[in-house]
């Protein structure tokens, strides 16, 4: 069983930074894969990014790209995700989750439907 709880959201002004942070419980985290998604008002949940066990590769969205890092700490038990260049269009709430390890490719993970943990969400708003 996996915990999850965000952090570090809140109201930021276009061509700002955020930093999300998730921490989870447990003493598996090492051993899952660990992606970011989000959901905005009246869209489906679409996914952000994802991180191997490691931290050694990572996987974004096309929209994101460039903008968006994720990175973990094992020793921590969290996982982050750094912000810059923030777009209104980036507004929604953003959830991690957890997914076993299945499949090298991270690439696989962008399904909702790999993951087995989630955590309750932080909402990122911003502004024009």
């Known amino acids: 069983q996996v915990q999850l709880v965000e952090s570090g959201g809140g109201l930021v002004q276009a061509g700002g930074s955020l930093r999300l942070s998730c921490a989870a419980s447990g003493r598996t985290f090492s051993r899952y894969v660990m992606g970011w998604f989000r959901q905005a008002p009246g869209k489906e949940r679409e996914f952000v990014a994802a991180?191997?066990?490691?931290?050694?590769?990572?996987y974004y969205a096309d929209s994101v790209k460039g903008r968006f890092t994720i990175s973990r700490d094992n020793a921590k038990n969290t996982v982050y995700l750094q912000m810059n260049s923030l777009k209104p269009e980036d507004t929604a709430v953003y959830s991690c989750?957890?997914?076993?390890?299945?499949?090298?490719?991270?690439?696989?993970?962008?399904?909702?439907?790999?993951?087995?943990?989630w955590g309750q969400g932080t909402q990122v708003t911003v502004s024009s």
């Open positions: 991180i191997s066990t490691t931290g050694g590769n990572t």
């Open positions: 989750a957890a997914a076993p390890l299945r499949r090298a490719d991270l690439s696989d993970y962008r399904r909702l439907e790999g993951y087995d943990y």
